[in-house]
Structures are given as structure tokens and as C-alpha cells.
């Protein structure tokens, strides 16, 4: 106990400001008292006991705080084992994982271990990221395994209802009752995701994820060639990929593609090109992507023609090469590369790229040939927030799925950093009654160190008027340039209360106010 006294006083005198610090006074005093060297974790934990709270200590004691530096966490969740409408030839199908997971994979793991409950999962998680110093206030829970449309309305009306009990910590009997508590409760889920396959996208599909809650929908694209997507057994071609993308935006959906590299048919070329029709087409530009490289596992049709020479992955060196291409010269402002990399452990990959950190090898390349990724994720503050900075708006006009999008950042003078963003839609129709004659708020966000509801810190841009500011310019294009009467929000369910501060009302499951 007088070892982590002696280290928690240096932290909050201030003598030990970096990590590089703390694992230098680590040793020091593991040497001192002959003792083992002391865990972040173990640190945090006494910290919390003896009553301390000082933020500056906290987020020095933080495990791995990039997860709390895009201004919420994320939490993933799986849906049980479950049978799926693809035949996709490179897809893993364990019996003890939803379809295109292995068991061994961290979330499918971690999954797995709660019997594929879903509010032991949420609590679990929560507990974790607590214990290892992170903010729970504000989630973002991704639902992941398996298509989501695909499984029984009456499970997933459940598997949703128990992930909001979970972050309410207390039982509701229905799901609106769930979702009016989490309004207020310490755990707000901001955002709910989940992944299905474009195909399953309708307008009742639509309706029924709404009444979810859900506000990001990934889907499974994987490539944008009729002639790949056919070779794969993919089961849907580009047209419905086209369809579904223009339903959920005009529904003011975030979308992320899943998009995958060096897939049978295709080469280095015809995969760039795949990502230059992505942003130069206006029937696609997602929000969001995951680029995934192909990989051969056991047991898959893949694997099969692999074996007999048929299909040959491209080399570590081909695939840095592409991403590195894609993100120089293909990506715009208002695009977030979310993954480069699926996370299944090496033992499975029996041919292809085993090289999880592809985003740090591509940085290191761009370092070396002196060029910067625009993407969303490369530019977030994340902790270099600076109060005096001065701040910049910026303002991105494009066209997608007929309907125009604005997307407005405030970023600093050379765009290196990141704030906060919106994205506005007028769509070309809309799918809702409470949705007519309005533009639509897809996405409002501001990075930084995750702050709780009514947290202050010098470090952080969060809860510094940024986002009201961004909506106050929204309104306005929607009143004088799109002339329309009202705005309606794809709100999280968890920023709600936000949103009535600001004069919206919930009308279905949209927050609108008349302007």
C-alpha cells in the first residue's frame, strides 16, 4: 500500500506527467520495495478507494485511452449463433459463433463467455471500461454478428430492449420504457449500430429499426463488381447496394460499407477503382468505411481453391500500396475509415495479409512520403485539444442518392485537427410522415476526451458550444437555402434531452423542430 501511495502522490503533485514517466517511477519503486511492477489497473483501482479524483491523474493511469478520445466508447455486442441467408465463399462458419465470426476473435469471446446475453455483455463491457479508467456516459453500441435483418423480429426487439436495461441499470416491461429512462440514465447510448446485408433493406426494415432506436446501419458491400460480388456468392449485386443506400439516407441513417480487398476477380487496379466509383458515383458515398482484406480460413469454399491454386491473395507490400493510394488521393473530409482490419487471431489466416496494424504500417508511409489521410479519424483532436486555438468552419457540398448533403466541420486552419462535424440532408423524398417538408440531421459530434453530460475540462472540446453553433448554421441553410420549414434529427435515444434544450420535439422517432 505505501508503494501506491508514494506513486498516486508524484502523479498528483504533478512530478509525473507522461506515461513514459510513469513507467520509469514504476520501476524505480518496484526496485525500491522489491515488489512486482505495478498494472495501470491496480494503480486506477487504489486511486478510486482512496477517494481521488483529479482528471489529470485519471487519464495518466487510463489503459489504452484512444478508446475514449473520439468523444464516446464504443461498445460491441453479438447477437447469438444463428443460420444466414449468404453463401459467401470466403465466410468462416463456426457452430458456436454467429455466421463470419470465430470464437476466438476478442468481442466473439467475450460474447460467447455470457452465453451471447445481451445485458450481461452491455454490463461486462461497461465494468471494464470503468475499471480501466474510461467515461461510460456516452455509448455507442454496435450490434454486431451474423445479418441483423435477418433474424426473428421478436429476438430483436428483445436482444435491443435488454442492451438498454443493461445501461439503465434497471429493468423495464417494454422497450419505450426502456428507451425514456436511458434519456436520463448514467449510460446513454448515442448511438446504436447494426450491420445486415443491402438486400434485406426495405422500408418496413426501415420503420422497424427506427423503432429500435437504431441510427448507423453497416452494410455488407464488399464490392461495387457484379462480376466479384457473383464469384463470391455474395447473393445481391451494386443495384441493391444502390437502393439501400438511398432508403436509409433519405431516413437520415448513418452508413458504413464493409468494404473488402483483393477478393477473387479482382486486382490492385480494380480495387482502386472500386473506391473512386465509391466517392465519385453519387448513388454510393457512405459515411463510413471498413476495408477489409480478404484472408483464407479453414474450412471455407475459399480455402478450397486456394488449395488448388485458384485464387492467390495479394502480397503484405500490394495491400499497404492500395490503402496507402486510397487514402492519399481517394477519400474525402467527411469519410471516417472506421477498421483496416478484422480481428482474427493470425493461428486462423492460412493465406494473406497477417499484419493487424495496417493503419500504423500506411502512417508510417505517409510520414515517410510526406502526405496526410483526410479521413475523419486521422484528423480527430483526440487529446492535442488547445483552447486558444483558433477554430475554423468548413463546409462540404456534395450530391448522394439524389438527395444533397452538407457536411460542416470546424476544424483548425490547415485541417489537421478535427472539432466537430453535422451532416445535413435534403432528401429527394422521404420515407416518413414526420420527416415532410424537413432537412434532415444525420450525424452532429465533437471529438476530444469523452466528457460526462455535464463535465468541464480544459483539455477536452466537448460541452463547449460547438455543437449548438453547428446546428444554429444547419438551421439556417435549411430555412434559406433549402427553404424548408422544419429540421428533424436521427436522434440517439441517449441525446435526446440535448436536443429538447434546443427547442425539438420527438414526433415518431425523429426529434423535429419547426423553424
Same mark, same amino acid.
Given at each position: /500500500?505505501?508503494?501506491?501511495?508514494?506513486? %498516486?502522490?508524484?502523479?498528483?503533485?504533478?512530478?509525473?506527467?507522461?506515461a513514459?514517466?510513469?513507467e520509469?517511477i514504476?520501476?524505480?519503486?518496484?526496485?525500491?520495495?522489491?515488489?512486482?511492477?505495478?498494472?495501470?489497473?491496480?494503480?486506477?483501482?487504489f486511486?478510486?478507494?482512496?477517494?481521488?479524483?483529479?482528471?489529470?491523474?485519471? @487519464?495518466?493511469?487510463?489503459?489504452?485511452?484512444?478508446?475514449?478520445l473520439?468523444g464516446?466508447?464504443?461498445?460491441?455486442?453479438?447477437?447469438?449463433?444463428?443460420?444466414?441467408?449468404?453463401?459467401?465463399?470466403?465466410?468462416?462458419?463456426?457452430?458456436?459463433?454467429?455466421?463470419?465470426?470465430?470464437?476466438?476473435?476478442?468481442?466473439?469471446?467475450?460474447?460467447?463467455?455470457?452465453?451471447?446475453?445481451?445485458?450481461?455483455?452491455?454490463?461486462?463491457?461497461?465494468?471494464?471500461?470503468?475499471?480501466?479508467?474510461?467515461?461510460?456516459?456516452?455509448?455507442?453500441?454496435?450490434?454486431?454478428?451474423?445479418?441483423?435483418?435477418?433474424?426473428?423480429?421478436?429476438?430483436?426487439?428483445?436482444?435491443?430492449?435488454?442492451?438498454f *436495461?443493461?445501461?439503465?441499470?434497471?429493468?423495464?416491461?417494454?422497450?419505450?420504457?426502456?428507451?425514456?429512462?436511458?434519456?436520463?440514465?448514467?449510460?446513454?447510448?448515442?448511438?446504436?449500430?447494426?450491420?445486415?446485408?443491402?438486400?434485406?433493406i426495405?422500408?418496413e426494415?426501415?420503420?422497424?429499426?427506427?423503432?429500435?432506436?437504431?441510427? /448507423?446501419?453497416?452494410?455488407?458491400?464488399? +464490392?461495387? *463488381?457484379?462480376?466479384?460480388? @457473383?464469384?463470391?456468392?455474395?447473393?445481391?449485386?451494386?443495384?441493391?447496394?444502390?437502393?439501400?443506400?438511398?432508403?436509409?439516407?433519405?431516413?437520415?441513417?448513418?452508413?458504413?460499407?464493409?468494404?473488402?480487398?483483393?477478393?477473387?476477380?479482382?486486382?490492385?487496379?480494380?480495387?482502386?477503382?472500386?473506391?473512386?466509383?465509391?466517392?465519385?458515383? @453519387?448513388?454510393?458515398?457512405?459515411?463510413?468505411?471498413? %476495408?477489409?482484406?480478404?484472408?483464407?480460413?479453414?474450412?471455407?469454399?475459399?480455402?478450397?481453391?486456394?488449395?488448388?491454386?485458384?485464387?492467390?491473395?495479394? +502480397?503484405?507490400?500490394?495491400?499497404?500500396? %492500395?490503402?496507402?493510394?486510397?487514402?492519399?488521393?481517394?477519400?474525402?473530409?467527411?469519410?471516417?475509415?472506421?477498421?483496416?482490419?478484422? *480481428?482474427?487471431?493470425?493461428k486462423?489466416?492460412?493465406?494473406?495479409?497477417k499484419v @493487424?496494424?495496417?493503419?500504423?504500417?500506411?502512417?508510417?508511409?505517409?510520414?515517410?512520403?510526406?502526405?496526410?489521410?483526410?479521413?475523419?479519424?486521422?484528423?480527430?483532436?483526440?487529446?492535442?485539444?488547445?483552447? +486558444?486555438?483558433?477554430?475554423?468552419?468548413?463546409?462540404?457540398?456534395?450530391?448522394?442518392?439524389?438527395?444533397?448533403?452538407?457536411?460542416?466541420?470546424?476544424?483548425?486552419?490547415?485541417?489537421?485537427?478535427?472539432?466537430?462535424?453535422?451532416?445535413?440532408?435534403?432528401?429527394?423524398?422521404?420515407?416518413?410522415?414526420?420527416?415532410?417538408?424537413?432537412?434532415i #440531421?444525420?450525424?452532429?459530434?465533437?471529438?476530444?476526451?469523452?466528457?460526462?453530460?455535464k463535465?468541464?475540462?480544459?483539455?477536452?472540446?466537448?460541452h463547449?458550444?460547438?455543437?449548438?453553433?453547428?446546428?444554429?448554421?444547419?438551421?439556417? #441553410?435549411?430555412?434559406?437555402?433549402?427553404?424548408?420549414?422544419?429540421?428533424?434529427?436521427?436522434?440517439?435515444?441517449?441525446?435526446? *434531452?440535448?436536443?429538447?434544450?434546443?427547442?425539438y420535439?420527438?414526433?415518431?422517432?425523429?426529434?423535429?423542430?419547426?423553424?
Amino acid at each position: /500500500m505505501k508503494i501506491e501511495k508514494e506513486i %498516486i502522490k508524484k502523479i498528483d503533485q504533478g512530478e509525473v506527467t507522461t506515461a513514459k514517466d510513469l513507467e520509469k517511477i514504476k520501476k524505480i519503486f518496484a526496485k525500491k520495495y522489491k515488489t512486482s511492477f505495478l498494472s495501470n489497473v491496480h494503480l486506477l483501482q487504489f486511486y478510486h478507494k482512496m477517494g481521488g479524483s483529479k482528471e489529470q491523474t485519471v @487519464s495518466l493511469l487510463r489503459t489504452r485511452p484512444v478508446r475514449s478520445l473520439s468523444g464516446v466508447v464504443n461498445i460491441s455486442v453479438l447477437t447469438k449463433p444463428f443460420p444466414c441467408p449468404g453463401k459467401c465463399i470466403y465466410c468462416p462458419d463456426e457452430k458456436a459463433s454467429p455466421k463470419s465470426y470465430l470464437k476466438d476473435e476478442p468481442a466473439a469471446m467475450r460474447a460467447w463467455m455470457s452465453n451471447y446475453h445481451p445485458a450481461k455483455q452491455t454490463t461486462k463491457r461497461i465494468e471494464a471500461l470503468e475499471k480501466t479508467g474510461h467515461p461510460t456516459e456516452k455509448i455507442e453500441l454496435r450490434i454486431v454478428g451474423g445479418t441483423w435483418s435477418f433474424y426473428p423480429k421478436k429476438y430483436r426487439r428483445w436482444f435491443v430492449k435488454n442492451c438498454f *436495461d443493461a445501461c439503465n441499470k434497471k429493468k423495464s416491461k417494454t422497450l419505450k420504457e426502456s428507451q425514456r429512462k436511458n434519456e436520463k440514465a448514467k449510460h446513454r447510448i448515442v448511438c446504436l449500430s447494426i450491420e445486415t446485408r443491402p438486400d434485406f433493406i426495405t422500408k418496413e426494415e426501415i420503420k422497424e429499426m427506427r423503432a429500435l432506436g437504431v441510427t /448507423m446501419v453497416e452494410l455488407g458491400v464488399q +464490392s461495387v *463488381d457484379n462480376n466479384v460480388l @457473383s464469384f463470391i456468392k455474395r447473393g445481391h449485386t451494386t443495384e441493391s447496394t444502390i437502393r439501400a443506400t438511398k432508403l436509409l439516407k433519405d431516413a437520415g441513417f448513418k452508413i458504413c460499407y464493409q468494404v473488402m480487398l483483393n477478393l477473387p476477380k479482382s486486382t490492385p487496379q480494380k480495387d482502386i477503382k472500386t473506391f473512386k466509383e465509391l466517392f465519385q458515383n @453519387s448513388d454510393y458515398q457512405p459515411d463510413f468505411l471498413k %476495408i477489409y482484406p480478404c484472408l483464407v480460413i479453414a474450412n471455407t469454399e475459399l480455402f478450397s481453391l486456394f488449395k488448388k491454386g485458384k485464387y492467390t491473395p495479394f +502480397s503484405e507490400k500490394q495491400l499497404v500500396k %492500395i490503402i496507402a493510394k486510397i487514402k492519399k488521393d481517394i477519400i474525402p473530409y467527411y469519410v471516417r475509415i472506421q477498421r483496416l482490419f478484422r *480481428d482474427i487471431p493470425a493461428k486462423h489466416i492460412f493465406a494473406g495479409c497477417k499484419v @493487424s496494424n495496417l493503419r500504423e504500417v500506411v502512417a508510417k508511409v505517409a510520414e515517410k512520403e510526406k502526405w496526410r489521410c483526410r479521413c475523419i479519424r486521422c484528423r480527430e483532436v483526440k487529446e492535442s485539444y488547445n483552447p +486558444s486555438e483558433k477554430v475554423y468552419l468548413f463546409r462540404e457540398n456534395y450530391l448522394a442518392s439524389k438527395g444533397n448533403e452538407i457536411f460542416l466541420s470546424l476544424e483548425n486552419k490547415d485541417r489537421s485537427k478535427l472539432f466537430a462535424l453535422l451532416r445535413l440532408r435534403k432528401p429527394e423524398k422521404t420515407p416518413f410522415l414526420s420527416l415532410k417538408n424537413s432537412a434532415i #440531421i444525420r450525424e452532429i459530434k465533437t471529438y476530444g476526451l469523452h466528457l460526462p453530460v455535464k463535465g468541464q475540462n480544459k483539455s477536452s472540446p466537448q460541452h463547449k458550444g460547438m455543437g449548438k453553433k453547428l446546428v444554429k448554421i444547419a438551421e439556417k #441553410i435549411t430555412r434559406e437555402e433549402f427553404k424548408k420549414k422544419r429540421v428533424a434529427v436521427i436522434s440517439g435515444v441517449g441525446v435526446r *434531452d440535448y436536443w429538447k434544450n434546443l427547442g425539438y420535439q420527438l414526433r415518431g422517432s425523429y426529434m423535429v423542430k419547426d423553424l
